[in-house]
């Protein structure tokens, strides 16, 4: 199998772990923070880069909106997060790195999209931008903490290396 192989291979698997650990969310107000989601977008950042981080998270949220186990507002709180958790890894070759570009692109740039943009003009509600600021940034606190402890596994483990 090609190196192009694997890593779309890999990729399928992240998407497939996102959308399996779904139905495990925290509701608030109109959204459900998944930390799983933001494991995986660290896990993927990490392992794959940036440009597919944010495919895994495209496609996640696609298919949890499809499935009813997520809303719109997957989309910015998983591709910013997934976005500069790979653009952090690949400038600082840090995982500590890409946690805190997940927390930071989830945690604000996602959460005021969701809030500004994503909840009024496509799901005709409103929402406290603190409110969804805490919870996401929390979620994805936890999801980039579940991600640092995988990758040590990993790496333990031989199978990956930094």
Same mark, same amino acid.
């Given at each position: 199998? +090609?190196?192009?192989?694997?890593?779309? /291979?890999?990729?399928? !698997?992240? =998407?497939?772990? *996102? #959308?399996? %650990?779904? &139905?495990?969310?925290?509701?608030? +107000?109109?959204?459900?923070?998944?930390? /799983?989601?933001?494991? !995986?977008? =660290?896990?993927? *950042? #990490?392992? %794959?880069? &940036?440009?597919?981080?944010?495919?895994?998270?495209?496609?996640?949220?696609?298919?949890?909106?499809?499935?009813?186990?997520?809303?719109?507002?997957?989309?910015?709180?998983?591709?910013?997060?997934?976005?500069?958790?790979?653009?952090?890894?690949?400038?600082?070759?840090?995982?500590?790195?890409?946690?805190?570009?997940?927390?930071?692109?989830?945690?604000?740039?996602?959460?005021?999209?969701?809030?500004?943009?994503?909840?009024?003009?496509?799901?005709?509600?409103?929402?406290?931008?603190?409110?969804?600021?805490?919870?996401?940034?929390?979620?994805?606190?936890?999801?980039?903490?579940?991600?640092?402890?995988?990758?040590?596994?990993?790496?333990?483990?031989?199978?990956?290396?930094?």
């Amino acid at each position: 199998m +090609g190196m192009k192989a694997k890593e779309v /291979a890999k990729a399928v !698997v992240l =998407v497939a772990v *996102a #959308v399996a %650990l779904s &139905p495990f969310f925290i509701p608030v +107000g109109i959204s459900k923070c998944f930390p /799983a989601q933001h494991m !995986v977008n =660290v896990l993927s *950042a #990490v392992l %794959l880069g &940036p440009g597919y981080a944010v495919a895994v998270a495209t496609v996640a949220a696609v298919l949890r909106n499809i499935l009813g186990l997520g809303t719109l507002l997957a989309f910015p709180g998983g591709i910013f997060g997934a976005l500069l958790a790979g653009l952090a890894y690949r400038a600082f070759n840090n995982i500590y790195a890409a946690g805190l570009g997940e927390i930071v692109g989830t945690g604000i740039v996602g959460s005021l999209t969701s809030v500004w943009l994503v909840a009024p003009m496509l799901m005709g509600k409103t929402m406290a931008v603190s409110t969804l600021m805490i919870a996401f940034s929390v979620s994805s606190l936890g999801g980039a903490i579940m991600a640092l402890l995988v990758l040590q596994l990993l790496r333990k483990g031989g199978v990956w290396k930094r």
